[in-house]
């Protein structure tokens, strides 16, 4: 069996891999297991997985959990192998977000699956697809926003697996208490501050979660719920914000202003300024600017009037 694996993406809390496999007979392989707990999505072709007389087919509309240090064989009945993306998450990451709808991962926080597959939803499978563009097409250097942006896009990712595969689709704990929502509240209010005192700096998911003491995927989750953003969408807007600003002050050097503010280059501070205010930057300094001369040319032309007839 011929594997490759392409890793796509690493941070604290999760990595991505991308793993193609082109089998050489259709004969189960070689004993395997994993060192993590992983989450595969097949994305072409067909393969089983053996596990304890178990057979399980894995194709494009399933999700399949595989389990730390569990002992399993693949075979391929289907010519042509399978490319899949793998997820392997943290063990807090993952605990946090199954025992959010299933209570009984706190007696087993580190066997967080209660199974080895579900269907995969349309709307997953497009959540993935999107994700795995963000990871390719999002500039590298830009290691702080760029890893807080798919640090949330995963654990939301993650989110909706652990919901769908829940025991029950209730819920989660019931409904929230009013001291659960000044909590979450609380903690909402805290993570915006941190947003607001470190805006320039390439802050992650983990930093943030570290500074207001919470988890990361609780943190991503109730600021969502909270504000009806990302913690990356709320960053960019104060980015923005404070982008008009300086631009509404005279600032020329939009270079300087795009790292200054965290971007990653020129353009991307552009394409996210014209995506929120639908004008570029240099659109938008070159109006203030005109503005700026009819105003004077009017206030000159009034004082040239008045003088006159003084």
Known sequence: MSLQFDRLYASEIVTVMDVRCRPHDTCRSAEETT??????????????????GRRTVADANTVLFFRKHEEYHVSHPVSGGDDCTSFSFAPDVLADAFGLFDSS?????DDPFRDTRMPCATETL??????RRTIRHLP?????????????????????LARDGAPSKTRPNGPARASSTHAQRELAENAR??????MCDPLTLP????????SPFHLARVFRRM???????YLTRLRLRAALERLADGESD??????????ASHSHFSNAFRREFRVTPSAFRLDLRSKHIREMSTNLKASLSRSRYA
């Open 254 to 263: 939009l270079t300087a202003l795009a790292l200054a503010l965290g971007f």
């Open 207 to 214: 930093r943030i979660a570290r500074r207001v003491h919470s």
């Open 227 to 233: 504000t009806g953003l990302s913690l990356h969408q």
């Open 140 to 160: 590298c250097a830009e290691n702080g926003p760029r890893s807080l942006l798919i640090d949330e896009a995963a654990t939301q990712l993650l989110e909706t």
């Open 126 to 131: 497009v959540t993935l697809y999107q994700l």
């Open 35 to 52: 060192s993590t707990n992983d989450i595969a999505f097949p994305r072409r072709g067909c393969f089983v997985r053996h596990v304890a």
């Open 105 to 109: 991962v706190a007696d087993h926080p």
């Open 193 to 198: 501050v941190v947003l607001s005192e470190r």
